[in-house]
């Protein structure tokens, strides 16, 4: 009998090494090799995807500049009672002296100030004030600090004040977002922001029901045209598609002004309309600064996104099946509605996501055709991230526009099914 018939050790590489710890060597430098290869775009999403949406998630709930600021003055008011109704004892207001000299000194104040502002009107310019007199006191010669903070500004001595400070003295808080639907922390809990002072809730309704609209008017508008580009010959429908891409090389900015141009009062279609003897000169149609000015250009706009995907997917469709239907005796309706049509779903589900993601968050042109009536949240948010600088409200109402596509696009995989998404 041969010796290799009675070896049972273990199988060895030209090296000396065992087969299996050399194969599993060579996998995991195989692996090593492709997360190198694709690192550079992980880095590229991380920089430019994840870190920024993480940043605007933690602005959201972020409100270290109290505590931060006024360090002293928190830790005192823990012993306060909002229910008295009376200011707080010489003890808060020795320690609020200390911290604002320390915040004058560093020029923190004024933002404290900014950031109560949002919650109290009045706070910005109490802190600012304050702090041109605070600046100059002997902490301790000039004690008692009470009545020398009355002195300032009543303010201070104002129970609504310090429920105020009391209330977003913690380092998180969820205030934004209860601004963002309209409510209010108070001392009792939440509350219900005063009537004048309501408006989100109203913008949110408005962009989900116009970018709703935007997108029925791109499958309305959009399916007859795409079905004509899948169906002529290809030499005609080259050149009719490059009609649906002439947008795209076209200033967004450009595009807009056309439409609010043709849209006002005294613009192209009024004009026309009167001269074909359909509105009355003296009552010219109002098509601008409103919610239908605001559909009828981001349609436009938004429209070669529908005819794209749509256009894709119906030149997959064999002509075939259809041919097919009618040689069976179906008319033209029945093999396009029960033949032709489902499988063009797929194109209007791609389609219709692609529009709805980009109506619900566009800005340049519901500001430039949108009037008041017209505008969505993200002119909001642009308000707050460029004007009220109040980027913890503008964080929050990004969060939850984010949220409420996650969601919807969760409700689309539900009913439809996120796989049947094509886009060619």
Known sequence: MSDATTDTGPVLSADGTPLKKSLAKALRREKLR???????????????????????????????????????????????????????????FAALAQDMQIAVEAKLHTRLGSRLNYEKTGMSSLFRKSGRRIDRWDLAADAPFKEKFADIDEDWVDPDTWKTLKVYSSNYTNGYFLNSVDLQKGVDGVEMRPENQQIYITLFQRTLFMSLMIMGSCVLLGYPIAFLLANLPSKTSNMLLILVLLPFWTSLLVRTSAWK?????????????????LVDDAAR???INNQFGTIVAMTHILLPFMILPLYSVMQTIPPSYVRAAKSLGATNWTAFWRVYFPQSVPGIGAGCILVFILAIGYYITPELVGGTKGVFISNRIAYHISSSLNWGLAAALGTILLVAVLMLYWVYDKIVGIDNVKLG
């Open 34 to 92: 492709a997360l190198m290869l694709i690192a550079p775009l992980l880095v590229f999403i991380l920089i430019t995807f994840i870190l920024p949406i993480a940043d605007m998630l933690f602005r959201s709930v972020e409100n270290s500049i109290v505590p931060d600021t006024l360090p002293r003055t928190v830790e005192a008011l823990q012993d306060w009672d909002p229910d008295s109704n009376e200011a707080p004892d010489e003890a808060v």
């Open 261 to 277: 141009v043709m849209l006002q009062q005294q613009g192209v279609i009024n004009d026309t309309l009167v001269w074909l003897g």
């Open 285 to 287: 149609l109002i098509m």
